[in-house]
């Protein structure tokens, strides 16, 4: 790279030594597959050139192939960018260049190396042995024809590589995003491992990648900090913000969050967001005499929440998000230390297929039991939610937030859920949609329910509760 013109920056130092680890038994490559997830203007088209240019040089006879968006698109940064870097490095006079048409190719003659360029089909790929194979501009690739066009043709070669890289895409992505998680996949296996056993089986894939999730504020700087890797070194805080400014949300994620872009529907009339900001209370606190919790679980049961809701002496209801984490084995332990810790007036969980619901019997197993009599609920009993409270609980959060009686901190969590919220029928009412929302709404779900459950269940076990200051 420095030879090239583009001495690296850290990150692209960190995954070049990791991407190109030898392995010391067998003297290969330690990885056959490398990916890399980044937002954009981050330095990957350097990375990108010099870990062909290096594959080139580095051993004789080196079958080079390049896929981009399309072959057209693929030529223009072959020749383009890496011609004209290359041509204007000190390495210029190990290479030369062939344009024909359907047989491009920069040639190294003293190691016999080639550096191609194909198109994204089936047949790519196809002809000699691979050594390397980069397929560049992941996100607009809708499958994996490339990849296994790519794949046979390194069976042969002992120290073949498939590299791929991308910014975030769109929900058509299917390949990037397949790959993005089964990378993540990878990486959670691979922590699991070492704090189980302090060893971890090297896997044949490296995986890296920089992205903001989706409760992390797109506004703030830690954010960019976070997931923009040149941030300091070639791209500024100035002109991130400036982007910010002028970019559609959806596209600003995309391009420098990496996130995935997904399609945007109108925002709901339901969920009365533009409320929310106007009901921020930075110090609110909650009451310990009168606090109600609520758990919720994602509908793909990769997150789940547990929010309170609290009667404040001006009569309004104060919402926080007490945790909001990855998967679901945390919550049962974390709701019975909550317990002890506040007595709570109720513990709420919706039942009628809620992905929740699963978690009622270890909930009961663990002391948090259901009320014996109905008529008359104990202190820290359990609040099954059947529909019906479900869709009042919902109507009742919307009339509140309408009607300013509720106050929050402004987690990021509870914000984002609110924002991204979406809603579907019922009968002639309305629930929370945990699949046709934007994000994952457990937050917000777990905090509707707190505050139905302090609503119902308080007049039974505060004997100064008055249900009219609620509606405050």
Request: hydrophobic fraction near 45%; charged fraction near 25%.
């Amino acid at each position: 790279m420095t030879k090239l013109g583009a001495p690296p920056m850290p990150w692209q130092k960190y995954v070049s030594d990791v991407a190109l680890e030898i392995d010391p038994d067998t003297g290969l490559f330690a990885h056959r597959e490398v990916g890399l997830s980044v937002s954009r203007q981050q330095g990957k088209t350097e990375l990108t050139l010099a870990a062909q240019v290096h594959r080139a040089m580095a051993w004789p006879r080196q079958n080079i192939v390049y896929a981009a968006q399309t072959r057209g698109m693929a030529r223009q940064r072959w020749e383009d960018e890496f011609w004209e870097k290359i041509a204007s490095s000190d390495l210029a006079k190990y290479a030369r260049i062939r344009k024909s048409n359907g047989n491009e190719a920069i040639l190294f003659p003293g190691k016999r190396s080639r550096m191609g360029i194909t198109a994204n089909t089936e047949k790519a790929g196809h002809g000699p042995a691979l050594d390397l194979g980069f397929i560049d501009e992941a996100f607009a690739h809708e499958d994996d024809r490339l990849e296994q066009a790519f794949s046979p043709a390194m069976l042969t070669r002992a120290m073949a590589q498939l590299w791929w890289a991308s910014a975030g895409g769109t929900t058509k992505s299917v390949w990037l995003n397949k790959k993005r998680e089964m990378g993540r996949a990878l990486i959670e296996a691979l922590f699991e491992a070492l704090a189980e056993d302090g060893a971890a089986a090297r896997p044949r894939s490296a995986y890296f990648e920089w992205f903001a999730p989706e409760d992390m504020d797109r506004a703030d700087p830690a954010t960019w900090r976070a997931s923009l890797p040149a941030l300091g070194y070639t791209v500024t805080e100035e002109v991130i913000a400036a982007e910010l400014e002028k970019l559609d949300p959806a596209e600003f994620d995309r391009a420098y969050l990496n996130r995935t872009r997904k399609p945007t529907p109108p925002s709901d009339p339901n969920v009365p967001k533009l409320a929310w900001p106007g009901l921020v209370d930075a110090g609110s606190k909650p009451v310990a005499a009168s606090v109600a919790l609520a758990i919720d679980v994602s509908q793909d049961r990769k997150r789940a929440a547990i929010s309170a809701a609290s009667l404040r002496p001006d009569g309004t209801v104060h919402l926080e998000v007490v945790a909001h984490r990855p998967g679901t084995d945390w919550v049962v332990p974390a709701v019975v230390r909550l317990h002890k810790l506040w007595d709570p007036i109720a513990v709420a969980v919706a039942a009628s297929g809620a992905p929740a619901s699963s978690l009622i019997d270890s909930l009961i197993a663990a002391g948090i039991d259901a009320p014996k009599d109905k008529e008359h609920p104990l202190r820290g009993d359990l609040a099954v939610m059947r529909n019906g409270d479900i869709v009042e609980a919902c109507g009742q959060m919307a009339d509140a937030m309408n009607q300013g009686s509720v106050r929050h901190l402004d987690q990021v969590p509870l914000t984002a859920a609110v924002n991204g919220a979406r809603t579907r029928r019922n009968g002639d009412a309305w629930t929370l949609d945990r699949t046709g929302s934007l994000v994952d709404i457990s937050p917000l779900c777990a905090a509707t329910f707190a505050r139905w459950a302090l609503l119902v269940r308080g007049p039974h076990v505060i004997e100064d509760y008055d249900i009219a200051d609620s509606f405050a």
